[in-house]
RNA sequence: GCGCCUUUAGCUCAGUGGUAGAGCGUUCCGUUCACAUCGGAAAGGUCGUAGGUUCGAUCCCUACAAGGCGCACCA
């Protein structure tokens, strides 16, 4: 035995060290671990890839609680002998980051990105990615994440790029992507488009007005939004609804507010008798379904606001050019003067907005590429598929209910808009000349082609992930071992947005699952249960935690009481709790280690077989809580594995164990002395190993002590 | 409208078909050496409400209530 260790243990002269160590020893790759001997070739495979963090700035909280979740599986693999392959990197984010670096351009230099030019600003893009990148690196690091760096990947970066233009070309080669003129969801701040999914919804008081377009206009309808209203093609009643019946079929020329308008009679179940007056003015430029009614009566279609959300009436240049709100004001103005307005009540209804920029959505048809989630291919639809690895049981999800919001949201999916009118991202694969269309992996050698100058959505690119990562489309070795990986853990508010999106691709690419499992965490929040975040001013920022308080105390306090799937509350007490746990470890090692027998050989270790029964009776419940432990781990109850450990180690090892054998070595015998500390120190280097996946520095740090020239990182989790 | 979750000690949460546990907090006691970032002890719960199944329910079923969430609608 070298130096007593110090009373107390400071994770701030020891994390960064140890960190060191592990990235120096090289075992977080597996291939050193079977190059050297620490985990045999045909080892069997655990595979798990970080979900890439958004390059717009800081890690947060949540980020912490998947890092630690996924370091104590990744840890625990390792010590099993497993081959464990953890793959990190970074999300390039679309819109999310463009629309951060626009705010700060804008604050700073009060310039948009027009005024900048599209190379210019990539690159000011480019940089704030890069910066943001080597923060998140610094973070993952000292959250003890045993990544491996050496396969680190880049959503934008060359690799992805190409895997991203490969997947694009093979989709629209089987049909699965198209272009299409569609009704999409428009988001005038953003000057984008966005996916369905990335609208959110507020609910907020609004009038409903109800109106005649004419004087001899026979229905009355409702709306909300006067202004659409000179975009009418149709009138949709219920096909059973006596009161309108006779007007089925009939066509009406009128004129509202000035603007010409030929409506038309439909009868459509989509329409809600007891709603309003039970008749809908039908909007199809700048209504999901209104379009979607349209299309089974051949309406035509008269888009009347632009994409600055402002009206197109030429035929009335009073209303022409004003922005909606205040179109609606001059409509209302038009239809009380006129004895129109029939009824003016308070109703609630949700308004969508885009989910990043704040932009109010205004549905509009557009000229877009799409995912047809619903076209066949190898006998099945994308969207059967996506259902059927589920409910097959290829795919678990953990906890399993969310196997049902999945199924939800599958029924009720429609065609994925892939291209966004941003500049940062994947350029669409895609090239015109004229009426001519040339799509492919790489740009045509002729002259006279134009790409298109939109990108892709941010997650079709993440939806390669588990397998861009591993080298597709080349057909590398890694694709081959690694691939489906085992494990996919992320927060269950990106269900959707990813891991459905993952399945899609990869489904239809590979002809494979992305993962054996999905294990959902639930969000961080603070400790009145108000989600964690920078504008309310309640975040915990992790790394001011880890250096107050260490990481492992920090990765404890998000692991206990987390069930998965349940949203954990924190705050710091708890955070300083675990600290004290990880103190406490350090001085149970510090105790033992202090009472080493003079010229103690550690070989005595190996084979001792204990003298009484008592200790033979300890030994036997380390072995059980031991065993536990890992059950717990392998069926991800990381919340009650954490626990039992914990427990058994203060209250078992440290309160009674340790207790019982000061007597004996304090004044007892040399055998006796000997005996007690062999058992005491057999038992701490059983913790250490069983704690380790929890607390790898504080172990480690403890270990090293003990072997300096050892590595607990890759020391095997026997039974 | 469809669906999901939560409701257990002051707080945060575990948990089991046989009348409840942890951490933190609180109160009291303790500082001759592993640790006061500690140890010991104590107080504190009719396990949301009402029914049902059962020999027996906090745990199963039904309804309800409160809180939260997802999806759809939102004319």
């Known amino acids: 035995m070298s130096e007593p260790l110090e009373t107390r243990y400071d994770p701030g002269a020891n994390e960064e060290k140890i960190y060191k160590l592990w990235e120096k020893s090289g075992y977080f790759n597996p291939d050193k671990c079977i190059e050297d001997g620490v985990t045999q070739k045909e080892a069997e495979v655990f595979s798990i890839v970080l979900p890439p963090p958004n390059v717009t700035g800081n890690l947060h909280m949540g980020h912490a609680a998947m890092l630690a979740v996924e370091d104590i599986l990744v840890r625990y693999a390792r010590m099993r002998g497993k081959r464990t392959l953890w793959i990190p990197g970074t999300d390039h984010a679309a819109i999310a980051t463009q629309s951060k670096v626009e705010k700060l351009i804008k604050k700073e230099e009060d310039k948009s990105r027009h005024d900048l030019g599209r190379e210019e600003f990539l ?3 480019n940089v704030f990615a890069k910066e943001s990148h080597d923060t998140i690196v610094r973070q993952i690091k000292a959250m003890g994440a045993s990544v491996d760096w050496s396969r680190e990947a880049f959503t934008l970066d060359e690799p992805r790029s190409l895997a991203v233009r490969t997947a694009f070309k093979k989709m ?3 049909g699965l992507i198209y272009r299409g003129n569609r009704v999409i969801n428009w988001d005038p701040k953003g000057q984008t488009t966005v996916s369905d999914d990335e609208v959110v919804y507020e609910e907020r008081k609004a009038k ?8 001899d206009f026979p229905i009355p309808v409702a709306t909300t939004r006067p202004e659409t209203k000179v975009g009418d093609t149709a009138v949709a009643v219920h096909p059973d609804d006596v009161r309108y019946k006779k007007y089925v079929g009939e066509e009406y020329d009128v004129e509202f507010a000035g603007v010409p308008l030929h409506i038309k009679i439909i009868a459509d179940p989509a329409v809600d008798k007891e709603f309003g007056t039970g008749a809908v003015g039908v909007t199809p430029a700048h209504s999901h379904t209104d379009w979607e009614m349209a299309e089974r009566h051949k309406l035509p279609l008269k888009q009347i606001i632009d994409e600055k959300a402002r009206m197109m009436t030429p035929e009335v240049p009073a209303l022409n050019g004003k922005k909606v709100l205040e179109a609606r004001e001059f409509i209302l103005m038009w239809l009380k003067e006129n004895d129109l307005l029939l009824k003016e009540e308070e109703t609630t209804q949700n308004v969508a907005a885009a989910e990043r920029t704040g932009g109010i959505i205004e549905p509009l048809p557009k000229l877009q590429w799409f995912v047809d989630v619903s076209k066949q291919f190898d006998r099945e639809t994308l969207k059967q598929m996506m259902r059927r690895v589920v409910t097959d049981g290829e795919i678990k999800i953990i906890p399993e209910r969310f196997e049902k919001t999945y199924y939800h949201w599958i029924d009720n999916l429609r065609d994925w808009c892939i291209s966004r009118q941003i500049w940062y991202g994947h350029r669409i694969p895609v090239w015109y000349r004229g009426e001519e269309l040339y799509v492919d992996v790489d740009a045509p050698e002729d002259k006279g082609w134009e790409q298109d100058p939109d990108t892709l959505d941010t997650w079709f690119s993440s939806g390669l992930w588990t397998f861009s990562t591993l080298g597709w489309p080349n057909e590398t070795n890694d694709l081959k071992t690694y691939h489906p990986t085992i494990l996919l853990e992320t927060g269950y508010d990106i269900l959707f947005f990813w891991v459905a999106r993952m399945i899609l691709m990869t489904g239809f690419i590979l002809d494979q699952v992305p993962f054996r499992t999905v294990y959902l965490h639930g969000l961080v929040r603070d400790e009145k249960g108000k989600k964690m975040s920078k504008s309310l001013g309640n975040a915990i920022d992790p790394l001011v935690m880890s250096e107050k308080y260490g990481a492992d105390a920090t990765r404890l306090s998000l692991i206990v009481g987390a069930a998965p799937g349940n949203d954990i509350k924190l705050s710091e007490d708890k955070i300083r709790g675990y600290r004290n746990f990880a103190t406490k470890i350090w001085n149970a090692a510090r105790f033992v280690l202090m009472n080493e027998p003079e010229g103690f050989d550690t070989a005595i270790l190996k084979n001792w077989v204990p003298e ?12 059980d809580v031991k065993r536990e432990v890992a059950e717990h781990i392998e069926k991800f109850e990381l919340h009650l594995a954490a626990e039992k450990a914990y427990h058994y180690f203060w209250h078992t090892f440290a309160d009674k164990i340790i ?8 004044s007892g015998e040399e055998k006796d002395k000997l005996g007690s500390y062999v058992l005491l120190r057999k038992i701490l280097e059983e913790c250490l190993v069983m704690l380790h996946p929890f607390m790898p520095f504080v172990t480690e740090a403890i270990y090293r002590r003990i072997y300096p020239e050892g590595l607990l990182m890759v020391k095997k989790w026997e039974d």
């Open 208 to 215: 409903l007005y109800t109106f005649r377009y004419s004087k």
């Open 659 to 666: 207790e019982a054998q000061k007597p004996a070595l304090k």
């Open 612 to 623: 009484t029964k008592k200790d033979e009776g300890y030994l036997k419940e380390l072995t």
């Open 123 to 125: 690159k000011r893009v």
């Open 172 to 174: 629209y080669d089987a």
